[in-house]
Nanobody, 125 residues
Framework: QVQLVESGGGLVQTGGSLKLSCVASGSIAEINYMGWYRQVQGKQRELVAVITNPGKINYSDSVKGRFTVSRDSAKNTVYLQMNSLKPEDTAVYYC???????????????????WGQGTQVTVSS
């Protein structure tokens, strides 16, 4: 199985910056994409930014121009640089990765779609 560990959340003032990190670990064969989602209690989880293996990037309209997603493929790590933060950015941010991993016991390659535990980002007014 593939595990994701997120870090970098915290409390920041309006206009401040945070950088989130997500590291995927396990017998990974290939990661098709890694992305960031966020969720406010009582609302649906929404896409923030996704970066694919070839480097295609998608941002939600609400974060375009303020957030930047990047990836270190060698480290199976994705980052989210968040600038000009607003109170409406307050949410739990989740990392998501999709790909394939090695099932060594039966010599199989199996798909995975894993989520991190989430990290809280709070932006004060």
């Amino acid at each position: 199985q593939v595990q994701l560990v997120e870090s970098g959340g915290g409390l920041v003032q309006t206009g401040g910056s945070l950088k989130l990190s997500c590291v995927a670990s396990g017998s990974i064969a290939e990661i098709n994409y890694m992305g960031w989602y966020r969720q406010v209690q009582g609302k649906q989880r929404e896409l923030v930014a996704v970066i694919t293996n070839p480097g295609k990037i998608n941002y939600s309209d609400s974060v375009k121009g303020r957030f930047t997603v990047s990836r270190d493929s060698a480290k199976n790590t994705v980052y989210l640089q968040m600038n000009s933060l607003k109170p409406e950015d307050t949410a739990v941010y989740y990392c998501n990765a999709d790909g394939t991993f090695h099932r060594s016991d039966v010599h199989l390659l199996e798909p995975f779609n894993s989520w991190g535990q989430g990290t809280q980002v709070t932006v004060s007014s």
